[in-house]
Each structure stands twice: as C-alpha cells, then as structure tokens.
C-alpha cells in the first residue's frame, strides 16, 4: 500500500493544490490541459481587461516587458535566450512557422518516430517533406546507437524527435540524440509539447517547440517556438521584423492572444519558483506510483516500464471493453478526468485504443487508489 509519504516534496502537491480553484473531480489529464492557478487566471483577465480600458494595441505595448521576461524565462528552458524565441498559438501553430520559415526542398527526407504523432507527419508531408523512420526498441524508444549510424550513413534533412509521446509515456534520450546531430551536422527538432515543465528540455536541440497548456499549466491557445541563430538564419519570414528586432520575432502574430501569453509567462514563473528539478522528481515518483497501483486492475495493463521518468501512463483495455466508453463513465459516473486516445494518434507503432492517466504534482495516492477502483 502506498502512502502520500511515499511521493517526494509533498510541498509541491500542497503548494500546487493551494494555487488552484478547487477540482469538480480528481483531474488526472495534464498531458491534455493542466488546471491554470489563480495568478495566471487573474494575468490573463488583468491583461483582457486593460484591452477594453485602453485598447487592444495599448495594453500589448503596455505589456513588452513582461513578455520579454517571459521569452527570456522559456528560452532558458530550452537553452536558448530571448531573441530566439517567438509566441505562437499552439506546438501545431510553431511547427508549422518553422516549416514554412524553413523552405526546406521538395522530397527532403526527415528521421521521425515510427510513432510520430499523426498530426506532425501530416504537417511535414503538407510542405513537400518525407518522413522516414528512426531505428526504435520495444517500447518505442529511440535506438541511440542505430541513429548514430543511420546519420552516419545517410543523413537526413533534421531529425524530428517527438521527446514524450501525446500516446505513450516514454522520456526520449533527447539529449544523446542531441549530440549526434550536432556531430553529424544534421539539425534536431524537439517536439516538446508534452514535456516542457515535464521534463529536462535544455538539451542542445537546434529547435525546441511546445504548448502552454500541458505540463507547464498556462493558458490553452498558447505555444511557444524557440530557434537557436544557426539555424534561424535559414528561415524566411513571410514578412521580415523591423531592423533592430530579433528576427525570430516575425514568427509571431499580430492579431494574437496576449491574454494568453501573460498567462503563460505566470505560469512558467510559478515552474521556476517550484524548482523544476524538483518538480521533475516528483511527477516520475506520481508516475512509477500511478504504474504500480494501476497495472493489472480490472485486466487493465500498464504500457510503460514502471520506473520510466514521466507522469504519464497508458493501459490498454481487458478484452471486450470499449476505452471511450470507459472513458465517459470514469467521469460521469465518478468524476475523474483522463483521455482516451485512438490509435490514429500515432498509427505507425498503436494497435489500439489506451487509457491515458496524466496527474500533475496535485495527485494523490487517494486519487490513485480511487481510480483503481473505479477501473
């Protein structure tokens, strides 16, 4: 039996709780939307409210510092400073700046995930790119020494490396791959939707795109796109910035939600105030505690090694038993909130449908324990 003992710096969990408007339920989907706090709830209302006092345009002006801070703070997370990185509306929104900036050649070849997420592959193969597998082990991680020779042998345009799976709870070795790349000239894209405030992303990626709304808890419509100078220099904006502003700044819309990115600079503050090392420690002990309670009830199994350093968990179901339907009846009938994901998410490595479980730092063993045995 577990207790709350048993999840380190339970200061967190309680600090994180407090921050929060109360749950209707036991939310267990951060990997879909975290809960925003009060602080950046009351940011991103400040900020719409001074739109309606003193104009849309005024208040983003009225704002620059602020954002500023917030490129600097984000680009820290990657590793990179503040001209490199530029607001976007969503991971989807940054990836598709980066790919129309990029104008790689029609038929490039780029290295991806066999469980790449669908909607990734998709962008890619809209700009003329041709997706081809990295070499993968079992569970679906990245095979380092496999890479290391295909990138010796026949290397790609990049290399796009999705660091945690939308679908699976598998931490890439990002920063091995990191350093291949480097070595063999060939630039890495991290897709750290699912893993900025989640896990280590300051890595040596020549790109770093992601969310707010995940694992860092900000605002929803909010994403962020961070490129180090190397590479930046080779994109083309369909409207170039004004002299004297970073140039990564023309990847950013004027007609864009700064209610949103106010929010999400609070809510990346708030990350730093908790320690992310910290908070890294105490979202995989959630995950191996979320495993171990989880796998084997009701027939249901766990996907992830135990002992894999991420909050997510994935269980496919017992036979006979629909995920979407269990899906509506953990949350009508008890409250608790996951995703059910299908297996277009990530069609070349699915096989099915999973129950995906996502706490964040606010999770309890009771919360565990009760979707236990709700399942």
């Not at 630039?187 to 860092?216: E, I």
């Not at 949103?260 to 708030?270: D, S, Y």
């Not at 995989?284 to 505690?289: E, H, Q, S, T, V």
Request: proline share 8%.
């Amino acid at each position: 039996m577990y207790a709350m003992s048993d999840l380190p710096h339970e200061d967190l969990g309680a600090s994180w709780r407090k921050a929060r408007p109360r749950p209707a339920g036991r939310h267990l989907d951060s990997a879909a939307s975290s809960r925003q706090s009060h602080r950046a709830l009351e940011a991103a209302a400040h900020h719409a409210r001074h739109e309606a006092e003193l104009g849309g345009y005024v208040a983003e002006a009225a704002s620059d510092d602020l954002l500023q801070q917030g490129r600097s703070v984000i680009g820290g997370l990657a590793g990179m400073a503040a001209a490199d990185v530029a607001f976007g509306e969503s991971a989807q929104a940054a990836l598709v700046a980066l790919l129309t900036g990029w104008r790689l050649p029609a038929g490039s070849r780029v290295a991806c995930l066999p469980g790449e997420y669908a909607p990734n592959i998709a962008q890619l193969r809209t700009y003329g790119l041709r997706p081809e597998p990295l070499p993968v082990d079992g569970v679906g991680r990245a095979d380092v020494a496999a890479v290391a020779r295909l990138l010796a042998d026949d290397p790609p345009a990049f290399v796009h490396l999705t660091h945690i799976p939308s679908h699976r709870g598998v931490l890439q070795p990002a920063a091995e791959i990191a350093a291949l790349c480097r070595e063999a000239g060939v630039p890495l894209v991290l897709d750290a939707a699912q893993s900025l405030g989640h896990a280590d992303t300051d890595l040596g990626a020549d790109v770093v795109y992601g969310t707010s709304r995940k694992w860092l808890a900000g605002p929803r419509g909010v994403g962020v796109l961070c490129v180090r100078p190397a590479l930046a220099r080779q994109l083309t904006p369909v409207l170039p910035e004004p002299e004297g502003v970073p140039p990564m700044r023309a990847f950013e819309s004027g007609e864009a939600h700064v209610a949103g990115r106010v929010g999400l600079v609070v809510a990346v503050g708030e990350h730093l105030a908790a320690g992310p090392h910290r908070v890294r420690e105490r979202l995989g002990a959630i995950g191996r505690a979320t495993r171990e309670i989880l796998d084997g009830v009701g027939g249901w199994r766990v996907i992830e090694p135990v002992d894999e350093p991420t909050a997510t968990t994935t269980l496919t179901p017992p036979d006979g038993v629909d995920v979407v339907d269990a899906r509506t009846r953990l949350l009508t009938e008890h409250g608790i909130v996951l995703s059910a994901i299908g297996p277009e998410r990530a069609p070349g490595e699915m096989t099915g449908p999973v129950l995906r479980v996502s706490p964040h730092l606010d999770a309890s063993i009771d919360d565990l324990e009760a979707l236990a045995a709700a399942l």
